[in-house]
Each structure stands twice: as structure tokens, then as C-alpha cells.
């Protein structure tokens, strides 16, 4: 299956000032379309053929087996007026299993697009009286989609069809599979329920309550020296991506996963690439099993469990993982912008203000910020002045004295990166002397007070600090360095 959806549970606890809903985002003909995810339970490829089920209703497909039940599947588009997708999009239908109360239906739609956490006020009411022959009410404002998405009535969709699967009733006094939560169980004896994705061939398995949100991949500022790592913008916070590959190399070639999945903590969050989400599994402490020595020293394989293919899902402590990537401190919402401030924080930690001086944005290797006051001049090369890859800048005349030159993307360019040929040289007063870095690009000045300054203590001798540039989503973070300090 190829999918990026599966049914997902709530992830972070949401902020005191407002709640949030976790909404999967189909593709209905041309329709964007959302639906409450904790009415999903699986996302499957279309069948081949249907059972027949004749019914003068003609928005019923037909009947598909699922799990040894027969569930009845809906074309919503030939009951509402809604415009065709196009042909091409012809192998990305699939089949969503959607479940309110006892009741299942299939729903017909022609793509996935993935995972998304919204605010409740970002769900806007449309029709203000009852409508219950209409299954769209209301309109979703989703950030990067200009036209939004429509909500989905599920319990309505049925109700119009008169189709479904009945699920049977559990037992008295004995918890549901299909309700990992019920309060018949003692707390330890409880499933826990798991999202699992796959990153290579290796299947990895997320407690469900950490899911922030699984969204295309987006690009990624560098950071670090793998093509699958790097800092994101989520929710107005610098997000690092991990690569999880770096200390347990995946199965197979590596390839650039097309899917990042955000993982939350506490107040803290991480993203890792992954290629798709394949199953949500429900797991009692008898189906958890002791991970092999090896990648228990990682510090966050938790156990082992299989799916139903026999097939191992490595299940993956968040807490831990975030413990052992110290960078993941940079997520922490920026003082300003917190509900609360962190109680008893020590060690590690992460800070944010307002830039208390200009600063000048440029590329070099990376998007970085230096302090305007040490830039004494800015100067543009002559082809000639440019140096060939590889070959150290010969001195440069620059008023009435020679200076030498740095290859500043030389020396911070992460090995995946292409090469670009500078274009400047940054002129900087450092204590004795003055000195000249080459750069590929300026990109902008920033005026005092005019953007967050986070700093992420690492545990080394010098803090990273970040400055936040724009507005989501176009939001960049540039790596502050002080050129009137550094050698580089």
C-alpha cells in the first residue's frame, strides 16, 4: 500500500489558550477535502472488482472485503456536484475506512495528502440552519492551501447512504480492540496504540499521542552534514529534522523520503523523513518485545513487535529520542510566544529575544546572519576575482592593503549541498585586522528588534543561536555568526 494515511490519535496536548483538531486531507475530484482523523481507520488500494450489491441508489460502488466483513463503499462524486480529477490521478485512488460509533463505510477518493493539526477556530461554519440531506457544512482555513478544505460530515454521509457495516459489541468487562482506551483494562494492560511508517524497507512504529502532524517534506534549511537532516518551520518554531539513518544505516538505497512526520514531547518537537505511513496497530505489552542489544545502545529502540505480515516494527521511544539529539531544544516556542514559561528548566536549553542590533542575511554555504556593525564594506567580485573550486583565494587589494581571503561555503557548505560560485566579499573588522570572507549571496538587512534571536545551548563552548526571518510559511531560520570574532 501507498499511502501516507492511516488513522492517527491526538498528538500534543493543546495549548490552554485554544484546542485543536487533527484532520486528514483527501483529494475528492478536485475537492480538498477534510476529515476528522479519528474517523479513519485505514486508507486501502481500490479493488480490482466489487460485490455486487444492487441498490437504486447509484453512489454506492459496491462491496469490498475487509478483514472477513463485507464493507460498502461510496463515490461521494456521483451524489454532490463535484468536479472530476483529472485522469492521471487514476493510480492514487483509494478506498478510506471510515468509522463513527459501530458503523463503517468505504469512501472513494483520489489521492492522500496527509495529516494536519488545526486550531478549532480554523473550522468555519458555512451553513447556519439545519441541512441534513447536505454533507458539506463547513470550510477549513489550512495553511499553504489558499482555497481551503471542506469538512467532511461523516455520521451524515452515512446516514444519507443507508449503507454501512455494523460492528459487533464488545463483550461486557472486555476492552475493545478497537478501543485501546477503555477503562475495563488496567492502565499497564492496556494496547497502546502505534503509527507505523517506513523508512527504507525498515518499518518503524510511533506511539500515537506523540504525532504532531505527517505533511509532504518540505525544504529543509541546512543543518548538519546529511541530505536528511536539516531545520523546518512548524507552528512558529524552528523544527529539527533528524536523520535517523545517521547511527542505524536503513536497508537499501537511500533515497530522499518524500513525507516529514512530526513528533511532540513535552514542549518540544522533532521531525524525522519518512516514506510512508502504513498501518495503525493497537499493541498489548505481550506483543512488545526486548530490542536486540545492538539497538538498545541507540538509547530510543524501545522493542520489537511484528505486523501482521511477521514483518519487525522497531517501536521507538520519542522521549528518549529527543534526549539524545540535544538539537531538539531549538523547537522550544520562542519565551514570547508560550502559554507558560518552562518550571525547572536546567542544562540544555534553548532561549529566544528579539535581535537587539542589525543584522545582514546572507548565503554562504547556509543562510547565515552577522552584526552590521563589523561589516566595513561589501564588495562585489570581477569574474577574474572569483576563485576556481577548490583553489584558495588569492590575497585581495582592498584600500591600500591586502587581505586574506576565507572560503566562507568552503568551510560550511554541508557535503550535499552543490557548490556555488561566490559572489561578494565581506569586509570585517575583527580586533587587530581587518578580514575578507567570501560569500555566494546577500540576502537582506534585518533592523533592530525586528526578528526572534533563538540561542540552543548544545553543550559545547559556544552556543547556536538562530535568527527567525518572515512569516509562515515562508519562514527561514539564519545561523548567527559573528564574523568580528570567528576565523571560521
Same mark, same amino acid.
Given at each position: 500500500?501507498?499511502?501516507?494515511?492511516?488513522?492517527?490519535?491526538?498528538?500534543?496536548?493543546?495549548s490552554?489558550?485554544h484546542?485543536?483538531? *487533527?484532520?486528514?486531507?483527501?483529494?475528492?475530484?478536485?475537492?480538498?477535502?477534510?476529515?476528522? +482523523?479519528?474517523?479513519?481507520?485505514?486508507?486501502? !488500494?481500490? !479493488?480490482?472488482?466489487?460485490?455486487?450489491?444492487?441498490?437504486?441508489? /447509484?453512489?454506492?460502488?459496491?462491496?469490498?472485503?475487509?478483514?472477513?466483513h463485507?464493507? !460498502?463503499v461510496?463515490?461521494?462524486?456521483?451524489?454532490?456536484?463535484?468536479?472530476?480529477?483529472?485522469?492521471?490521478?487514476?493510480?492514487?485512488e483509494?478506498i478510506?475506512?471510515?468509522q463513527?460509533?459501530?458503523?463503517?463505510?468505504g469512501?472513494?477518493?483520489?489521492?492522500?495528502?496527509?495529516?494536519?493539526?488545526?486550531?478549532?477556530?480554523?473550522?468555519?461554519?458555512?451553513? /447556519?440552519?439545519?441541512?441534513?440531506? *447536505?454533507? #458539506?457544512?463547513?470550510?477549513?482555513?489550512?495553511?499553504?492551501?489558499?482555497?481551503?478544505? =471542506?469538512?467532511?460530515?461523516?455520521?451524515?454521509?452515512?446516514?444519507?447512504?443507508?449503507?454501512w457495516h455494523?460492528?459487533?459489541?464488545?463483550?461486557q468487562?472486555?476492552?475493545?480492540?478497537?478501543?485501546?482506551?477503555?477503562?475495563?483494562?488496567?492502565?499497564?494492560?492496556? %494496547?497502546?496504540?502505534?503509527?507505523?511508517?517506513?523508512?527504507?524497507q525498515?518499518?518503524?512504529? #510511533?506511539?500515537a499521542?506523540t504525532?504532531?502532524?505527517?505533511?509532504p517534506?518540505?525544504?529543509?534549511?541546512? #543543518?548538519?552534514h546529511?541530505?536528511?537532516?536539516?531545520?523546518?518551520?512548524?507552528?512558529?518554531?524552528h523544527?529539527?529534522?533528524?536523520?535517523?539513518?545517521?547511527?542505524?544505516?536503513p536497508?537499501?538505497?537511500?533515497?530522499?523520503?518524500?513525507?516529514?512526520?512530526?513528533l511532540?514531547?513535552g514542549?518540544?518537537?522533532v521531525?524525522?523523513?519518512? /516514506?510512508?505511513?502504513?498501518?495503525?496497530?493497537?499493541?498489548?505489552?505481550?506483543?512488545?518485545?526486548?530490542?536486540?542489544?545492538?539497538?538498545? *545502545?541507540?538509547?530510543?529502540?524501545?522493542?520489537?513487535?511484528?505486523?501482521?505480515n511477521?514483518?519487525? +516494527?522497531?517501536?521507538?521511544?520519542?522521549?528518549?529520542?529527543i534526549?539524545?539529539?540535544?538539537?531538539?531544544?531549538?523547537?522550544?516556542?520562542?519565551?514570547?510566544?508560550?502559554?507558560?514559561? %518552562?518550571?525547572g528548566?536546567?542544562?540544555?536549553h534553548?532561549?529566544?529575544?528579539?535581535?537587539?542590533q542589525?543584522?545582514?542575511?546572507?548565503?554562504?554555504g547556509?543562510?547565515?546572519?552577522?552584526?552590521?556593525?563589523?561589516?566595513?564594506?561589501i564588495?562585489?567580485?570581477?569574474?577574474?576575482?572569483?576563485?576556481a573550486?577548490?583553489?584558495t583565494?588569492?590575497? #585581495?587589494?582592498?584600500?591600500?592593503?591586502w587581505?586574506?581571503?576565507?572560503?566562507?561555503p568552503?568551510?560550511?557548505?554541508?557535503?550535499?549541498?552543490a557548490a556555488?560560485?561566490?559572489?561578494?566579499?565581506?569586509?570585517?573588522?575583527?580586533?587587530?585586522?581587518? =578580514?575578507?570572507?567570501?560569500?555566494?549571496?546577500?540576502?537582506s538587512?534585518?533592523?533592530?528588534?525586528?526578528?526572534?534571536?533563538?540561542?540552543l545551548?548544545?553543550?559545547?563552548?559556544?552556543?547556536?543561536?538562530?535568527?527567525t526571518?518572515?512569516?509562515?510559511?515562508?519562514?527561514?531560520?539564519?545561523?548567527? +555568526?559573528d564574523?568580528?570574532?570567528?576565523?571560521?
Amino acid at each position: 500500500m501507498n499511502t501516507p494515511l492511516e488513522r492517527s490519535s491526538r498528538a500534543a496536548a493543546p495549548s490552554p489558550a485554544h484546542t485543536w483538531r *487533527e484532520l486528514a486531507l483527501v483529494q475528492l475530484g478536485e475537492l480538498c477535502v477534510a476529515i476528522p +482523523i479519528d474517523q479513519v481507520r485505514q486508507a486501502l !488500494p481500490r !479493488p480490482a472488482t466489487w460485490q455486487p450489491l444492487p441498490r437504486r441508489d /447509484h453512489a454506492l460502488l459496491g462491496v469490498m472485503n475487509l478483514a472477513g466483513h463485507s464493507l !460498502p463503499v461510496v463515490d461521494l462524486a456521483r451524489w454532490v456536484d463535484i468536479p472530476p480529477a483529472p485522469a492521471s490521478q487514476a493510480g492514487a485512488e483509494r478506498i478510506l475506512v471510515l468509522q463513527c460509533g459501530d458503523r463503517q463505510v468505504g469512501l472513494l477518493v483520489q489521492g492522500v495528502q496527509g495529516v494536519r493539526r488545526v486550531p478549532t477556530a480554523a473550522v468555519q461554519r458555512l451553513r /447556519h440552519t439545519p441541512a441534513p440531506e *447536505e454533507v #458539506f457544512d463547513a470550510l477549513v482555513q489550512i495553511e499553504g492551501l489558499p482555497q481551503g478544505a =471542506q469538512l467532511l460530515e461523516v455520521s451524515r454521509l452515512m446516514d444519507l447512504a443507508q449503507v454501512w457495516h455494523q460492528a459487533e459489541a464488545p463483550a461486557q468487562g472486555h476492552a475493545s480492540a478497537a478501543d485501546p482506551n477503555s477503562g475495563d483494562a488496567a492502565p499497564a494492560a492496556r %494496547p497502546q496504540r502505534y503509527a507505523v511508517l517506513r523508512l527504507g524497507q525498515r518499518l518503524l512504529g #510511533f506511539p500515537a499521542v506523540t504525532l504532531g502532524e505527517l505533511r509532504p517534506r518540505p525544504v529543509l534549511q541546512p #543543518f548538519g552534514h546529511s541530505p536528511h537532516t536539516g531545520i523546518a518551520q512548524w507552528r512558529g518554531r524552528h523544527l529539527p529534522v533528524l536523520d535517523l539513518g545517521t547511527a542505524w544505516p536503513p536497508e537499501g538505497p537511500r533515497d530522499s523520503p518524500p513525507w516529514l512526520l512530526v513528533l511532540c514531547h513535552g514542549e518540544l518537537a522533532v521531525g524525522v523523513l519518512l /516514506h510512508e505511513l502504513r498501518d495503525m496497530v493497537s499493541l498489548r505489552p505481550a506483543d512488545r518485545h526486548a530490542a536486540p542489544q545492538a539497538l538498545a *545502545e541507540l538509547g530510543y529502540v524501545q522493542g520489537l513487535a511484528q505486523d501482521a505480515n511477521g514483518d519487525p +516494527i522497531f517501536l521507538i521511544d520519542v522521549a528518549a529520542l529527543i534526549a539524545v539529539h540535544p538539537e531538539s531544544q531549538i523547537s522550544r516556542l520562542p519565551v514570547q510566544a508560550s502559554e507558560r514559561a %518552562p518550571a525547572g528548566a536546567s542544562g540544555q536549553h534553548a532561549s529566544s529575544r528579539t535581535n537587539e542590533q542589525p543584522y545582514l542575511v546572507f548565503e554562504a554555504g547556509a543562510l547565515l546572519c552577522t552584526p552590521v556593525s563589523g561589516v566595513q564594506e561589501i564588495l562585489a567580485l570581477r569574474p577574474e576575482q572569483v576563485p576556481a573550486p577548490g583553489q584558495t583565494p588569492a590575497p #585581495f587589494a582592498w584600500r591600500g592593503q591586502w587581505l586574506d581571503l576565507i572560503d566562507l561555503p568552503g568551510r560550511l557548505r554541508p557535503r550535499h549541498r552543490a557548490a556555488r560560485a561566490p559572489s561578494h566579499v565581506l569586509v570585517v573588522q575583527q580586533a587587530q585586522r581587518c =578580514q575578507g570572507f567570501l560569500i555566494e549571496e546577500v540576502r537582506s538587512i534585518v533592523p533592530t528588534g525586528r526578528a526572534p534571536l533563538s540561542q540552543l545551548n548544545l553543550g559545547q563552548d559556544q552556543p547556536v543561536e538562530f535568527l527567525t526571518l518572515g512569516a509562515p510559511p515562508e519562514q527561514r531560520s539564519a545561523r548567527r +555568526i559573528d564574523l568580528r570574532q570567528e576565523a571560521v
